[in-house]
């Protein structure tokens, strides 16, 4: 007898001991923080801020979404645990029972729906049994209150996308997520589980300030772990708005012309497949457009997505969601010339001799041949930019390259190229505010040697093997001989790769927004623009508060190199001979004159990358314009279309 009843005292214990665990510690995915015996506290989510351009007008907004919500003591009351309710909703709405049955249960809890069947929120709020209802549903519903105990009409904040036609640089924008668990232990309570944080982009790099502020609800919670009376609640604070530097139109009007360009160059035959354009304002250097190919329409990540969208928009480096503007580095190839004359003031050069635009230049066992092996004869320095001469500038790599030692060269301190090139900025970060920014490359010898280190191993065992599947035997010796001459030596930084840098090819890579600074800093004789987007917040008060731009920095432009350049530049554009001349045929250069370097990039095993980077009005340099598109030909009959037509807009805005 005593025994039985040892037993007995011992299992009352466990299951009092289990019930106390359930009800403080142990709850389901997604249920809110226990803040005492017997009560719980609900996260409020406050009133996410909005993105605007910098009149104010709406890029990203908040709209109301229609839900339908359970309350789940009251399914907890019922004696069917709610299951004619259900049934009843479920054929009100057309909808079927399993889904929203599912909605009810818990992720985590025995016996739930799997997710995302299941509610991964708090198991103390009313579910959302419901998403995105229409007016007739919900007034269904409504009418018929008897009928649905528990069961609620609410109006659920969501992410509006007013400019998804057009003009909302979802790219620069951005998107929000579900946060990782990382985001929220680090947040320190201000995050759960079950918000939704900026994942790209602005939403991404001012979330704190967008998301606001949270409240909270202390509930009571009765044994079932339901919540059933309010103690006390703290409101949110709503998130403050961003007041941009983009404008509007002339956001619509460049991603219209990016899209129109890269439909043209296809319509021609080239692939185009990605492609960005971006204007800069030099007078304090906000972006104005950014826009990138191919692109999406956000909304879908409030609508919902299948996983088949979802797939096409995270997967592989055609993803929509790249900021091809930022985030992309490739060979800049022509408009690298406006760095490389600099550079070559810098090594000793005299603007005021003539060079001579040979065809080919041969360097060791190479030859480097002009673009499409075109000899001018000798010329002057303003006539080889306007023509984009390669062999001029080869003869310059090779100059340089000798004056620093050659393949005995240790460091690249001195290289009048690359420091030049390191001096305007590339090879780093802008420092825009976004949260990813490529930093490019300027290769040099410590560079070459790193990767050589890495890629030694491969490289050997590419040469072993000999290429067996590429039935080409000239392009597979090529490759052959290349892959044993990079396991051999491929540490060394050789007369090639110098001349290959001095025209923006090779190993060197730039983003479209570095080139922009470039020729930024060009067309203001050395003052460098620092890009940035946001120009002000307004709190939820209405209180204003504006933000600083970047401080600017002076660069040193050696020589007349500086004022060469932008006479050349403006040759490329306007003069006979110049590789934007046709592009911008019958444009009012009068009234608006623009200057430019075009660039086309032979990229192997593709077709060639077209560039244009150009500023204007010359006489007093407002704007840069910079256009890339992968894959798109060459650079005057692609990329300066574009940015002529982004240009028409900005003379237009300007008047």
Not at 91 to 105: E, H, N, Q, S, V
Not at 188 to 195: C, E, M, Q, V
């Amino acid at each position: 007898m005593l025994a039985s009843l040892a037993v007995l005292t011992l299992l009352a214990g466990v299951l009092l001991g289990r019930l106390g665990q359930l009800q403080l510690t142990d709850h389901p995915a997604g249920d809110a923080t226990v803040a005492g015996p017997g009560t719980a506290t609900v996260h409020l989510p406050a009133l996410r801020g909005r993105i605007l351009d910098r009149d104010g007008r709406p890029l990203v907004d908040n709209a109301a979404r229609t839900d339908i919500t359970i309350d789940r003591r009251t399914l907890a009351d019922a004696e069917d645990g709610g299951r004619a309710t259900v049934r009843r909703l479920a054929k009100a709405l057309d909808l079927p029972f399993d889904r929203l049955w599912g909605r009810t249960t818990l992720c985590g809890a025995p016996g739930a729906a799997d997710p995302p069947s299941c509610w991964s929120g708090s198991a103390l709020v009313p579910v959302p049994i419901a998403e995105d209802v229409s007016a007739r549903d919900a007034a269904a519903v409504t009418e018929r209150p008897e009928l649905y105990p528990g069961v609620a009409v609410t109006s659920q904040p969501v992410r509006a996308y007013p400019r998804a036609a057009g003009g909302g640089a979802p790219q620069t924008t951005g998107y929000l997520a579900r946060p990782d668990a990382e985001t929220v232990e680090a947040s320190d309570g201000a995050i759960t589980a079950d918000d939704l944080v900026g994942a790209t982009g602005l939403e991404r790099q001012y979330d704190a300030q967008l998301r606001g502020t949270p409240g909270e609800r202390v509930v009571r919670v009765d044994a079932r772990g339901v919540a059933v009376e309010e103690l006390s609640r703290t409101d949110p604070v709503p998130g403050a708005d961003l007041v941009t530097t983009l404008d509007l139109p002339v956001q619509k009007s460049t991603e219209r012309a990016l899209a129109d360009g890269v439909r043209q160059a296809r319509d021609r035959g080239h692939r185009a497949d990605t492609a960005a354009a971006v204007v800069l304002d030099l007078r304090d250097g906000g972006v104005v457009a950014s826009a990138s190919v191919p692109t999406y329409d956000p909304s879908v990540w409030s609508e919902g997505v299948s996983q088949g969208e979802y797939e096409r928009l995270t997967t592989g480096d055609r993803s929509p969601l790249i900021d091809r503007v930022t985030g992309v580095a490739q060979p800049p190839a022509s408009t690298f010339k406006a760095v490389t004359l600099p550079g070559a003031v810098a090594a000793g050069a005299d603007l005021d001799d003539e060079v001579n635009c040979t065809a080919s230049h041969r360097i060791g066992d190479r030859t480097f041949n002009n673009f499409e092996s075109r000899a001018y004869g000798w010329i002057t320095w303003r006539e080889a930019i306007k023509v984009s001469c390669d062999t001029v500038f080869y003869r310059v790599a090779e100059d340089v390259w000798r004056d620093q030692g050659g393949l005995s060269a240790r460091d690249d301190d001195g290289d009048a190229l690359i420091d030049t090139a390191r001096d305007l900025g590339l090879g780093e970060t802008t420092g825009i505010d976004l949260p990813a920014e490529s930093a490019g490359r300027i290769p040099g010898r410590a560079w070459k040697r790193e990767w050589w280190e890495s890629t030694k191993d491969a490289s050997c065992a590419e040469a072993r093997r000999g290429h067996p599947e590429i039935s080409d035997r000239s392009r597979r010796d090529y490759l052959t001989a290349l892959a044993q001459e990079n396991c051999d030596s491929g540490y060394q930084f050789r007369p090639g790769d110098e001349a290959n840098l001095s025209i923006g090819q090779g190993d060197v890579t730039a983003t479209l927004l570095q080139m922009a600074q470039v020729y930024g800093t060009i067309a203001t004789d050395g003052t460098e623009p620092s890009p940035h987007l946001v120009r002000a917040t307004i709190a939820s008060d209405g209180t204003r508060t504006g933000v600083d731009p970047p401080a600017t920095r002076e660069v040193d432009l050696p020589g007349e190199s500086g004022e060469l350049l932008r006479t050349a530049l403006g040759d490329v554009v306007s003069r006979p001979g110049g590789t934007a001349r046709s592009a911008f045929s019958g444009f009012p250069l009068r009234q608006w004159p623009v200057a430019g370097k075009t660039g086309t990039a032979e990229v192997y095993g593709k077709e060639d990358t077209a560039w244009f980077v150009s500023y204007a009005p010359t006489t007093r340099p407002r704007y840069v314009v910079a256009v890339v598109v992968s894959q798109g030909g060459t650079g005057g009959a692609t990329a300066a279309p574009i940015a002529r037509e982004i240009h028409e807009e900005l003379a237009g805005v300007e008047e």
